[in-house]
C-alpha cells in the first residue's frame, strides 16, 4: 500500500482517521492524500414553482471552513514523517471520494456512531466506496484514536470470491497478526478455507481456522461475537456478495456490521 485516500472533515472522528493513515504510512512507506470533500449541492434550493435558490451565506461559510481545515490539515502533517498532499472537491463525498480513489490502495473513512442516522452519511459512506472503487475500503470505529496494527484481525470466510478479494486486499494489513479465518455454518462458497491458508502461508502469516455451528444468533451477531472474544482489531470481510442494489446489499451481514459500529472493517468488493 504505497497511496493512501483518507475522508477529512471537520468531524470529532477526523483525528481517527489522520492517525491511522499515518500509522499505516510509515509501515508501508505510503503517500497520504486527505480529501475534503463539501457537496455544494446542498445549499442549492428549490420552491414549489420551480425556482431555485443559492444560499450564498451557508456557502460562503463552508467554503471558509473547508479553508480553515485545509490550512489546519496542512500545518499538522508539515511536521509528520511521511508524503501529503491535501484535495478538495464540492460534489457528493462518496463520489468525490471514489474519483480520488482511482489510483489509490487503500481508502479510509468512518462507521456511523450509536445515535446516528444510519442512512445518512456517514452510514452508508463505508458500503457506498466499498461497491464504488476497486481499492479496499478502511472503516473505523467513530471513537477510535487510531487502528492498533498489531491486534489481532479476523476474516469473515464464506468461500466466495468476495472474500478471496478482500484477503488479498488486507494483505498489507495482516502480517506480524494473528489472523484466523472464521466461518459460520458450511461454507456455500467454492473456495475452500484450506486454499486461503495456504495462500496466506506462502506471505509469512500463519493463520488459522475454525467454523462455528449455527446457532440461535445470526450469521452476522455470531461473527461479531467471535471478533469480540478474540479481541480482534480488524474484521476483513468481502462486501455485498448477493445483489448490487444498495436496497438490497446493506442487508445481512455487511450491512449490520457497517452500521453496528464497533469494529474496524475492512470491506472490498
Known amino acids: 500500500m504505497r497511496s493512501i485516500l483518507v475522508h477529512a472533515d471537520h468531524d470529532s472522528a477526523n483525528e481517527g482517521r489522520l492517525q491511522t493513515a499515518l500509522a499505516i504510512a510509515r509501515r508501508q512507506r505510503a503517500h497520504v492524500t486527505l480529501m475534503i470533500a463539501t457537496p455544494f449541492q446542498q445549499f442549492i434550493a428549490v420552491d414549489p414553482f420551480g425556482g431555485t435558490y443559492l444560499a450564498t451565506e451557508a456557502m460562503a461559510k463552508a467554503q471558509l471552513d473547508d479553508a480553515a481545515l485545509d490550512a489546519a490539515l496542512s500545518a499538522r502533517l508539515a511536521k509528520e514523517d511521511v508524503p501529503w498532499d491535501i484535495a478538495t472537491a464540492d460534489g457528493d463525498i462518496a463520489a468525490s471520494l471514489a474519483a480520488a480513489a482511482t489510483f489509490a490502495d487503500l481508502a479510509i473513512v468512518s462507521l456511523p ?65 494473528r489472523v ?13 478455507a484450506t486454499d486461503a491458508l495456504a495462500y496466506l502461508s506462502r506471505h509469512d502469516i500463519h493463520a488459522g481456522a475454525r467454523v462455528i455451528p449455527r446457532g440461535t444468533l445470526s450469521v452476522e451477531e455470531t461473527l461479531e461475537g467471535a471478533a469480540l472474544d478474540m479481541g480482534a482489531g480488524l474484521i476483513v470481510m468481502g462486501a455485498f456478495g448477493r445483489s448490487r442494489l444498495r436496497e438490497t446489499l446493506f442487508g445481512g451481514v455487511t450491512r449490520y456490521l457497517v452500521t453496528s459500529g464497533r469494529i474496524a472493517l475492512l470491506l472490498a468488493h
Open 180 to 192: 484466523e479465518l472464521v466461518g459460520v455454518g458450511e461454507d456455500d462458497g467454492r473456495l475452500p
Open 113 to 177: 456512531g450509536a445515535g446516528q442516522d444510519r442512512w445518512k452519511e456517514p452510514g452508508l459512506l463505508a458500503g457506498d466506496l466499498a461497491l464504488a472503487i476497486s481499492a479496499p475500503v478502511l472503516a473505523l470505529p467513530r471513537d477510535a484514536a487510531t487502528l492498533d496494527l498489531d491486534a489481532p484481525a479476523m476474516v469473515a470466510w464464506n468461500g466466495s470470491p468476495e472474500a478471496a478479494h478482500a484477503l488479498r486486499a488486507a494483505l498489507p494489513l495482516l502480517g506480524g497478526r
